[in-house]
T-cell receptor
Framework: EADIYQTPRYLVIGTGKKITLECSQT?????MYWYQQDPGMELHLIHY???????EKGDLSSESTVSRIRTEHFPLTLESARPSHTSQYLC?????????????FGNGTRLTVT | GENVEQHPSTLSVQEGDSAVIKCTYS??????FPWYKQELGKGPQLIID?????GEKKDQRIAVTLNKTAKHFSLHITETQPEDSAVYFC????????????FGDGTTLTVKP
């Protein structure tokens, strides 16, 4: 069973506010990811990290930023939320050593910007 | 880059029937193919995976088949139950840890009691 936690589960916030979505994992995985999931359920990679102090932009352009100061923690920040940021955000991690393994996902944060 | 196509986008079956979801991929170097199940209000969870040196893998009522020549792989669920209702995603990636996964667009499976 995956040990990856996202908070909050739901967030409703007004336009222009700064928000941080939290993601933590206790599996010691070096690789972590943020996906945005739209209402059609497609998964879009917006950020990933291969380890501490490593962050890369994903395939889908996003106005959010991420940081990786500790192995277990990969927060996502929106400096000024807009209604277009309304979506489900999923955090995931994967092992680094050995053969490629699966992604372990958290249960997501559903963000609504009014 | 890799492109993964998944069909059908929605699938409705009667309880007890079989369900099949198919995916094709474009990158011949891809050799790791996981399937995820996403239930309402949860993140996707791995249900089965297959590597390119294997043609078929089974785990109780679910199985995955891989045809590397044709670059397609399929998920088979037998004796479906209402609790199998969920969104299913296929994915493809290279068998190294430097690569990213490419996901299909998902299949919403509904099992009618």
């Amino acid at each position: 069973e995956a040990d990856i936690y996202q908070t909050p589960r739901y967030l409703v916030i007004g336009t222009g506010k700064k928000i941080t979505l939290e993601c933590s994992q206790t599996m010691g995985h070096d690789k972590m990811y943020w996906y945005q999931q739209d209402p059609g359920m497609e998964l879009h990679l917006i950020h990933y990290s291969y380890g501490v102090n490593s962050t890369e932009k994903g395939d889908l352009s996003s106005e959010s930023t991420v940081s990786r100061i500790r192995t277990e923690h990969f927060p996502l920040t929106l400096e000024s939320a807009r209604p277009s940021h309304t979506s489900q955000y999923l955090c995931a991690s994967s092992e680094t050593t050995g053969l490629r393994g699966p992604l372990h996902f958290g249960n997501g944060t559903r963000l609504t910007v009014t | 880059g890799e492109n993964v196509e998944q069909h059908p986008s929605t699938l409705s079956v009667q309880e007890g029937d079989s369900a099949v979801i198919k995916c094709t991929y474009s990158d011949s170097a891809s050799n790791y193919f996981p399937w995820y199940k996403q239930e309402l209000g949860k993140g996707p969870q791995l249900i089965i995976d297959i590597r390119s040196n294997v043609g078929e893998k089974k785990d109780q009522r679910i199985a995955v088949t891989l045809n590397k020549t044709a670059k397609h792989f399929s998920l088979h669920i037998t004796e479906t139950q209402p609790e199998d209702s969920a969104v299913y995603f296929c994915a493809a990636s290279r068998n190294t840890n430097a690569g990213k996964s490419t996901f299909g667009d998902g299949t919403t499976l509904t099992v009618k009691p």
